[in-house]
């Protein structure tokens, strides 16, 4: 089931694919339609496979644009790749950043027979790699391809033993080398995994770059829900995989009273992973960070704001929306930029729990996502503690 929305005059138009009798001329019946729906799984699926690996994000901005048109205050972006919008006006600011980026890789040679070796840009495991059927980004067209290595019948006992390491892999376009030249495909060509959005038994979805696409969704869905009481800027940011990059760049630029990260994290509950390991869950609602950074030492990370994060739990509490805390070990959000911009910005960052995270096919719950929505709101349309 979709919703589309188009502009027909200034008044907004809505209506259901499923249902064409049930036009709904303004905002107040969308919201109406929006909550008795289970959710847009159509445009999470669109801001999933949309490509975009960090530096090359241009898939998504153009369908958040779309998305929000009519419904925010202020679309602008900048130099480097973010995109903000502004809803509402007030004395304070609340940033709430969300990464468009995602994984994936890069052309870094084209052999004479036209394989392809490419370089990894954000943490890309390379197990995950072998076998996948990848789009490859050309300039003039967008190419398939399969990443392939030496058959497991020609690799000698040691060999079969071990990890076929990325720099052993290669890319198959079919092409020969001056075929793909024609086509645009060069050294620094962006390279994203073919993945396909689809939904599991019991409100389970599994996508392509949910990471941190899940985010992107729920900052667009909370911005057309919310009426916010403070002026909020939701910014989505470029090259957070990389370093956290477009962050760093819009916390100077929006400086705001406190900052928000929407990501993904680290769900446990699978066979593999001890509860001790990765105690979040997927179901069981968005996580509220107490804590995260490098393994071992959590430096590198964010240490919430604790005003920022007992505001955050008690309007959960209120809301009766579930949520989950967490201290992760192993990795970090936009929050870890925020927080040091200016003099420091009190930040707090929510993730959903997302299973086989920075894997091809990243499961995630419906439920979690639409309590992401509903928090969302709930934060847009709150009194910030700073
Ligand atoms: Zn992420």
Partial sequence: MGVRCHLKGKRLVKYRKINTLEVNRDYRNYIK???????????????????????????IPEIIKKELRGFVNEVRE????????????????IMIAAHTDEIGLLVKHVDDKGFIRFAKLGGVPDHI??????????????????????????????????????DKMFIDA?????????????????????RSLTELENDVIVGRAMDDRAGCYMLIEALKRAKPTNRVVGVFTVQEEVGLRGATISAFAVKP?????????????????????APVKLGK??????????????????????????????????????????????????????QIAHEGVPSGCISIPS??????????????LQNGIKFLVKIMESKPPF
């Avoid at 955050?312 to 070990?329: D, F, H, R, T």
């Avoid at 299973?355 to 979690?368: G, I």
Wanted: hydrophobic share 40%; with cysteine.
């Fill in 257 to 277: 009273d406190i900052g928000i990260a929407i990501d993904t994290t680290i769900a446990g509950d699978h066979p593999e992973i001890a509860e001790s390991e």
């Fill in 78 to 93: 900048d130099k480097f790749g973010n995109l903000y919008v502004q809803k509402g006006r007030g004395a304070k600011t």
């Fill in 174 to 194: 079919g092409a020969t080398k001056d075929q793909l030249a024609r086509l645009g495909v060069k050294v620094g060509t962006p390279i994203t995994i073919d």
């Fill in 355 to 368: 299973r086989y995270v920075h894997s091809c096919s990243e499961v995630v719950s419906k439920k979690d």
């Fill in 33 to 59: 339609i929006m909550e008795a729906e289970e959710m847009d799984v159509n445009l999470l699926k669109a801001v999933s496979e949309a490509p975009g690996v960090s530096g090359f994000e241009y898939g």
């Fill in 285 to 338: 609602g968005p996580t509220i960070l107490v804590a995260d950074g490098r393994r071992d030492s959590l430096a590198g990370g964010t240490i919430a704001n604790p005003i920022v994060r007992g505001w955050m739990m008690e309007l959960a509490e209120k809301a009766g929306i579930p949520y989950q805390l967490e201290v992760l070990e192993g990795g970090t959000t936009d929050a870890t930029a925020m």
């Fill in 129 to 166: 790699l072998l076998g996948q059927r990848v789009w490859i980004h050309g300039m003039k067209k967008r190419v398939r391809g399969v990443i392939g290595c030496k058959a497991i019948h020609v690799m000698k006992d040691e060999e079969r033993k071990q990890l076929v390491t990325y």
